[in-house]
């Protein structure tokens, strides 16, 4: 159920050997599931030359000619000279032709110096697949690089990962004894998930805090993630929380509006804090629910709109008092949504700065089962706004902060009630609040967020 639509992905992981990534703790980013938004196509590699003999015939395509637009100075000849010297030098007889010949893969869409845009070889594609489906086996985190350092993005809700006390912005300082140091953000997934019933320790340090590192022990479990949930925090006020934009979603939040509108709500809060992204065409189907037939996303190419992407939507929830919450681990498709709903001044968003990944990619499938993620875009809202890299404001700045989450208060929540139920301002305003029992903790923040990936 790949969108018709290229992928706006979450924040999901840049190449492996890249320090941005996510693959949700859901490799949706990463958790680790790093989420993709967008088409899916087939490449066939029907170049590659069967008869080839040397280094594994058709693996390697010795035979393949040159693409007609390759630069005339590139010697290609010097891959196999590389490739001898490494068979030749390397003091380890460990390395599989085969893996080499995946790193290369991994290494030419590296080369690129995007993020975003990596090479899957067969297993981690079918890894990322089923991170798309919205079950694996993990903690439940989605982690991403932050200043080069493994960072819990968001831990899913009710997952082994959330009950372990994990917060947005700690920092994996060692995963199994392991230095963390350095690590991609497949490489720290890789370590982190595992079978169910078994055990992970990570060392933590959380620089809201400037604490010590400390362990937390983990059992793995198998993590089903439901991404659309609805809650009636009021008799008319209903929350709809999605966590991230996957292949339930589309349908999981259909059925939920369907829900909520049965009970002539006042006021809806549309909840997409830590919800890294995924599929584009979802969050375009789901900014019609309030905008109908209107343009939710602009695509730009080398500095030209090439897609302008409309909705469809039947306007279901147009005209209710709506309110968007968003915090730094909201990215892409949240982005888009929001952004829309924000251009369109159809909600009020509440919360902190976005993620800030305003950039699609196309994710294709290839013939021998491993694929490849292309950034193919940048997206803009629909009044021209770009959010790559700096995120979207929102139109009051309300923060949750650390003492917030250990006394389980959600001042954003509460403003998100008070503007519905006309008893707090809605304008923007200029500083971090908090809830009135927490104004003194108020400089105390919550960390950002990076690339994503689940485990």
């Known amino acids: 159920m790949i969108s018709s639509y290229p992928p706006v992905l979450p924040p999901t992981p840049p190449s492996k050997h890249k ?25 066939s590699s029907a170049g590659l030359n069967s008869t080839s003999t040397a280094f594994g015939g058709s693996v390697l395509g010795i035979g393949q000619s040159a693409p007609n637009s390759i630069d005339k100075d ?104 392991t230095d963390a140091t350095g690590m991609s953000v497949e490489e720290a997934v890789t370590k982190i998930r595992g079978e169910k019933g078994t055990k992970v320790v990570l060392k933590i340090y959380r620089p809201s805090t400037k604490n010590d590192p400390y362990n937390v022990e983990i059992v793995r479990e198998t993590i089903q993630v439901k991404s659309v949930r609805v809650k009636w925090p009021e008799e008319q006020i209903a929350v709809i929380e999605v966590t991230n934009f996957n292949t339930d979603t589309k349908e999981g939040f259909d059925k939920a509006v369907s829900e ?11 909840d997409l804090r830590n919800n890294p992204g995924g599929f584009l065409d979802t969050a375009v189907a789901m900014a019609g629910e309030w905008l109908g037939d209107s343009i939710i996303v602009k695509e730009r190419r080398q500095g030209q709109i090439i897609e302008q992407l409309r909705s469809s939507g039947n306007a279901r929830l147009r005209g209710i008092p709506t309110v968007v919450l968003v915090n730094q681990g909201s990215a892409s498709a949240s982005e888009i949504v929001s952004g829309a709903l924000q251009d369109e001044k159809a909600a009020t968003v509440v919360g902190m700065k976005t993620f800030g990944k305003g950039s699609v990619q196309d994710y294709l499938n290839l013939s021998d089962g491993s694929a490849l993620k292309v950034t193919i875009a940048e997206w803009l809202t629909p009044s021209g706004r770009t959010i790559n890299k700096t995120g979207l404001e929102p139109d009051v700045v309300v923060d949750r902060t650390e003492q917030d ?51």
């Open 260 to 270: 909520v509108l049965k009970k002539d709500p006042k006021g809806i809060i549309l």
């Open 405 to 455: 989450y250990e006394q389980q208060r959600d001042p954003q929540l509460e403003r998100a009630l008070g503007i519905l139920n006309g008893t707090a301002t809605s304008s923007p305003a200029t500083a971090a609040d908090s809830s009135a029992s927490n104004s003194a903790e108020s400089a105390a923040t919550e960390t950002g967020s990076s690339n994503e990936i689940s485990h």
């Open 74 to 177: 590139v010697e290609f000849k010097q891959f196999w000279e590389v490739w001898s010297k490494l068979k030749e030098k390397y003091y380890e007889d460990t390395v599989t032709d085969k893996q080499m010949f995946y790193g290369a893969l991994e290494g030419l869409a590296g080369s690129m110096g995007d993020p975003y845009t990596m090479y899957f070889d067969p297993k981690e594609a079918n890894d990322f697949q089923q991170a798309l489906s919205g079950t694996f086996s993990g903690i439940g985190a989605e982690i991403g690089l932050r200043d080069n350092h493994v960072t819990i993005i968001a831990p899913l809700p009710e997952t082994p990962a959330e009950r372990a006390g994990l917060k947005s912005g700690d920092i994996i300082v060692d995963i199994d004894g």
């Open 19 to 43: 320090p941005w990534m996510t693959l949700t703790a859901i490799f949706i980013g990463g958790l680790v599931i790093g989420v993709v938004a967008g088409k899916a196509s087939v490449s």
